[in-house]
């Protein structure tokens, strides 16, 4: 591998604008945004086109450089973070921002991968459609970011990840040929779905160029309301309550802990809406495109049995948007509230959702016998069985201490997920961050399969080497 | 291959009920349902078991037979019919018909690859829950086959292919290990999403067993709308606001052309709902699980704001559960009254929703210039973009004459559907009758990662040989 002729040769395809290894412009792109991962880079190169990308790729095929695909940088695995070795080249995608196409007749939009989520969401708006991918980092993140992370969120119950928005990607192989598969029909059995192999795959099989996504009919209205649970099992039977009466068009159905709230009142000052103190509260969301339908008096009623059934405790609707946006802050506040605390061992699981009673219960138990001081705060998307499931440190204990001990808790609560065949990597992914505790817990026939893959896409092993598996 | 031998080790594993030879039983798995293809079999293997399907696999193995996986062999393309060699073994699914756990609060059933389609969605019935899946041969087809094919159906428009209602699936490799991939979680970012590579794959990277599946609420109220269209154009508006008027709850959106009703008609004595006779007809089916939405009066208002935008030149509702059917009936007369008219070329196209009008327009008259006596039969689920684009043979000509034309005529079609960036296949699959077309068609580098993947799982080129690729 001669790097200073790879430098040379990107240098002069993609220009002072399209390859960089300045230290300074460069040193962003070395870690993640939580600075737990740093790497170093051999260069940034920073393609316009999907022509550029493909002739990079190549390129790097060439030299036999290795390749880091990223995007926004807002990933929580390290997936986008490159090694050590300092013979890699990152590959950003923000220079190829356009929308190519927005349909409303066939409800598709066709992006490329350096776009900014939130560009997205706004533009599906502007023509009266709804774009539903939504997550923390959407002001940042880039939907080739989201692709190759197959990103969750706080739609998911109703629409699914980011995979079930793709109808079609184009691709720049390992080998720098151009997989076209960048379709807008939502019918295709013309062999393998080769999408379906990028998504997800965290960069390790290919670079995203650009995707084509489902649009939804705009929102007319929409309803939010705030629960205390009777026990965390009743969450379930609201669940199906909730689901059904509001025609199934139930978006969120958050569980949050009083350790939470108190968490948010406390660093915040944010408000407390319900009266009384249960255990645990759900922050539902339900919205309708339809103007004929009264989904506020929909999920009102549904809410209605539920406190009739002994299901919840108390609750109530968000009258205003302020009002809305203050119970939404709430759990903004919660997720903003760990780092105030200190350090925190973090894990995103999902188990089936009926088994969230007990794991929660189990779980907990046995964290609180063999880590007593540690504070469980979790809280998630329960309506996908999703769940942040996370350690805060003791209060003024020390943090380097306690995040010694996060492989011991990563196995404790991993051991509890897989005996609930759940997954310890629910949205995230895995990147650097769980790449052992995958080989620890997925089948040897899974990796087996995964690594066949790997080898049939990328033979030489250069796309995002050390991540995944 | 020591034919003999292999025949003898399976009988020993399977038994006589799991492993048959005599030609009167084989007859029926040698030739698809309408009797297109033809083949010979070595041997018909019906599993009762995983273990037994990993044990039988491996055998195949060990003396080199190849494999035809076979459901309800309802399919259309072929793909369930062994070759010409006599050496493959027929595995067919239907003593694995256990459905083993169905969960309320998760919403997901786990269903054995033999399952019916039928029984599933009575399953789900059973547990005030609804499987969208269906389809007309959903009385005889196994799920196996159904994930394998990714099928579609009169559901797609709200629920997806059967890909987008699967979590989980269970499959026997080539090499006869299982991979149990038969989660039923809703989230999961652990590596590769293995599950998709055999949806669709027709079975050829692997012998689907098992699967988990989404359940949905259960329907408390349904509106079926019949619309006589203003112009074939006037289909796609009328579609974006039926979308958004019913709360995205369209479950069915399907075209029916006048001289379809008019076979049916002069077929089946079927009688023509509307007093006018426009050229394009639409058949509308909204459902809602909401008791608090009237998705009557919903629908209805829409189809009056299309009547008043001259979207549509007149409508009904159906007023009881017969009419609803009678509707239904004359969709399927359409269907019916194929095989009455003599041969017919059937193409089951898609592509993007807005360009079905010019591609109906352009197609229909290069066929009139070309083939001016073949009669086009196109109805379909236009809301997926996906028409079945029939073409019947001339009034009282010769039936065999006729499909001599087929290879020009699907050429000619196929071609306008390429300028469209549609699909060949939109839910019938390759098979062996589309296979010369995909390789015509598809793009050279998307049928190199296609063999490429094939080569990684099934690297004797063992399972199902002949098909797809």
Redesign the interface.
């Known amino acids: 591998m001669d790097i200073a002729a790879f430098q040379q040769a990107a240098l002069a395809l993609l220009g002072p604008k399209g390859f960089i290894t300045a230290a300074d412009d460069l040193a962003p792109h070395l870690t993640d945004w939580r600075k737990l991962y740093h790497g170093k880079a051999c260069g940034l190169a920073l393609p316009a086109s999907t022509d550029e990308a493909a002739a990079l790729i190549k390129l790097t095929a060439q030299y036999n450089v290795p390749v880091v695909p990223q995007g926004g940088n807002t990933g929580l695995s390290g997936a986008a973070t490159p090694d050590q070795s300092g013979q890699t080249l990152i590959v950003n995608m923000k220079r190829m921002n356009s929308i190519r196409a927005l ?6 939009i066709i992006v490329e991968a350096g776009c900014i989520l939130q560009q997205i969401q706004e533009a599906a708006a502007a023509a009266d459609r709804f774009f539903p991918l939504s997550l923390t980092a959407e002001g940042s993140c880039q939907i080739g970011g989201n692709l190759a ?2 990103a ?1 969120g706080i739609n ?1 119950l109703k629409y ?2 980011a ?2 928005l793709t109808l079609g990607l184009e691709v720049v ?1 390992p080998d720098g ?5 960048l ?12 999408k ?2 990028f ?3 965290e960069g390790t ?1 290919g670079l995203i160029t650009a995707a084509s996504l489902k649009l ?3 929102f ?1 209205a929409r309803a939010t309301a705030f629960a205390g649970l009777a026990s965390l099992e009743a969450a ?2 609201v ?2 309550r909730l ?7 139930l978006v969120s159905f958050e569980l949050l802990p009083r350790f939470g709230l108190d968490l948010a009142q406390k660093n915040f000052n944010l408000r407390q809406p319900l009266d009384i103190a249960p255990d645990w509260v759900l922050l539902i969301e339900a919205a ?7 989904i506020a ?2 999920l009102e ?1 549904a809410l209605g049995e539920a406190l009739e059934a002994d299901e919840i405790v108390d609750g109530l609707m968000a009258e205003s948007d302020a009002q809305r946006q203050a119970l939404w802050g709430l759990r903004e506040g919660i997720v903003n509230a760990q780092p105030k605390e200190g350090a925190s061992i973090k894990h995103d699981i ?6 969230i009673p007990a794991f929660v219960t189990e779980a907990s138990a046995a964290l609180a016998r063999d880590f007593p001081t540690a504070r469980l705060l979790c809280f998630g ?1 329960v309506g ?3 769940l942040h499931f996370n350690l805060l440190q003791p209060k003024g204990g020390d943090p380097a201490a306690f995040l010694g001990l996060a492989p011991a808790i990563n196995r404790l609560v991993h051991d509890h997920v897989a005996a609930h ?10 990147g650097q961050l ?1 790449r052992g505790e ?1 080989q620890r817990l ?2 040897p ?6 690594r ?2 790997k ?3 990328d033979p030489d092993g250069r796309f995002n080497p050390g991540k ?2």
């Open positions: 349909d409303t007749a066939n409800d598709t992370t197959n969750g998911v699914g990840n995979r079930a192989l040929s151009v997989l076209d598969a379709t807008t029909l939502h019918k295709d059995n013309t062999g393998y779905d080769l379906q192999l998504i997800g795959a099989l939804f009919p705009a007319r379930i039977p669940l199906a689901r059904a009466a509001t025609a199934d068009q309708t495109p339809s103007a004929d339908f009264d008096l929909a009623r999902a188990v089936p959702v009926a088994s998307h996908d069985g999703n065949k759940g997954s310890i990597s629910a949205e995230h992914g895995i769980r995958l997925k089948s026939v899974a990796l087996g399969v995964m066949a893959l080898a049939a896409l995944v598996l």
